[in-house]
Structure formats: C-alpha cells, structure tokens
C-alpha cells in the first residue's frame, strides 16, 4: 500500500475484555512504532520495533499492554482486560530505519472506546 | 522530566491572516525539532523541521523559528487557509528513537 494502515478504525469493546489492534508498515520500512493519544492529548510513545532486534518496550503503561511484530512486517497491538482508562487513539508509525526515525508516517489510528 | 509543550490549546485567525503557533522545550541539549499537523481522523502529518544550528527555516507557506536562548520555537503559516485547520504539535526526538510531543494547539481558520 502507499501509507500506513491500521485496522480496525474504530473499537468499543467492554470493559475487561481483550482486543488488537492491527498496523501494516510501509512496505521496506524497517521500524515501527506505537503510540497512544487521549483526547485533546499529544502522543504518548508505547513501543518500538527495529528489525529482528528486541523491541523497546518502555513505554508501555502496564503489562496489559503487549506488541509483537511478525515476519518484520505487520504488528499487533494486543491490550488484555480493557480498562475504560484505556480509551485513545492508537497510532501506528513506521519509518525506513531507525537511522530515519525523524521520518515517520503514520497511520490513521485505531479509535478505541472501552465502555 | 523533560517535555515539549505548548502555550495555547486553540488558535483561531481569519482566513488570510498568519497563524503564530508557539512551543517551549525544556531539553536544552535538543538539536532537532519537527512540526506535525494532524487533521481531525487522520494521524500526525511531517510539515518541517529545524536543526539546532539554524534559527529560521522556510517551507512553502510555513517558516520555523528557533530560539535556543529561550528554548522558544515557533510556527507561522502565511495566508492560512481553511485546508490549514488542525491540531499542530511540535515535537523533540530527544530520546533516541522516540519522538515526544507537546500536548498541540488546535488552529481554527474563520472564513
């Protein structure tokens, strides 16, 4: 594809239950980032993936919160037993490498409402 | 801790008028900044950015100016447009590969 994408675009899901959320890269970017924004909020860094290199987890908020990076390529997102606290926007980004981490296109985001 | 942040949450000027959107840092080793724009629904778009060792950069219609005396940067958009309406955020890659964001002024442009 030309951009980013991520699916789905919106999710309500009940407190307590698991979801994941899904971002397709840029084909040949090798990075990939997570980011979460709560309303009228900036972007809260959560995880980032180079390559085969262990991701840098250390944004992630609890352990509820996981991302793996299949085959170099697509991501998952996966928040277990939502919180209503856990409502944002869930932005995917991706960049050619870390070197180029400044030139990051993002994704439309995942809006998620947990009722 | 060290953050990015920014002086107004709305800005509303008359189409044709210059928007000044402003942000402060507090990293005083920053040497790199970027703007975003992010229209409503759609992730943050790259607008410009400024290195460290310059004071003023120019885009088409955007110019950024950087204030490292007052850790100080701002954002003018010349003869903003309705297209121009978004939330803007300024942003520090201070961290190795991550960028922070301040918290963004949203501009309205009044027809």
């Known amino acids: 594809g030309a951009g980013v994408s991520q699916s789905p675009s919106n999710k309500v899901t009940e407190k307590g239950k698991d979801v994941e959320l899904r971002c397709d890269p840029i084909s040949g970017h090798t990075a990939l980032y997570w980011y979460r924004q709560s309303l009228g909020q900036g972007l809260e860094f959560l995880i980032y993936?180079?390559?085969?290199?262990?991701?840098?987890k250390s944004g992630l908020p609890s352990d509820r919160f996981s991302a793996e990076r299949t085959g170099g390529s697509v991501s998952t997102l996966t928040i277990q037993r939502t919180q209503q606290e856990d409502s944002a926007v869930y932005l995917c980004?991706?960049?050619?490498?870390?070197?180029?981490?400044?030139?990051?296109?993002f994704g439309p985001g995942t809006r998620l409402t947990v009722t | 801790g060290e953050s990015v942040g920014l002086h107004l949450p709305t800005l509303s000027v008359q189409e044709g008028d210059n928007s000044i959107i402003n942000c402060a840092y507090s990293?005083?080793?920053?040497?790199?900044f970027i703007w975003y724009k992010q229209e409503s629904g759609k992730g943050p778009q790259f607008i410009i950015d400024i290195r460290s060792n310059m004071d003023k950069r120019q885009g088409q219609r955007v110019t950024v100016l950087l204030n490292k005396t007052v850790k100080h940067l701002s954002l003018q958009i010349a003869a903003t447009q309705p297209g121009d309406s978004a939330v803007y955020f300024c942003?520090?890659?201070?961290?190795?590969?991550?960028?922070?964001f301040g918290g963004g002024t949203r501009l309205m442009v009044k027809p």
């Open positions: 993936f180079q390559g085969n290199s262990a991701p840098d």
């Open positions: 980004a991706s960049s050619l490498d870390s070197r180029f981490s400044y030139e990051q296109y």
């Open positions: 990293n005083s080793a920053s040497d790199y």
């Open positions: 942003a520090d890659p201070n961290a190795g590969n991550m960028l922070t």
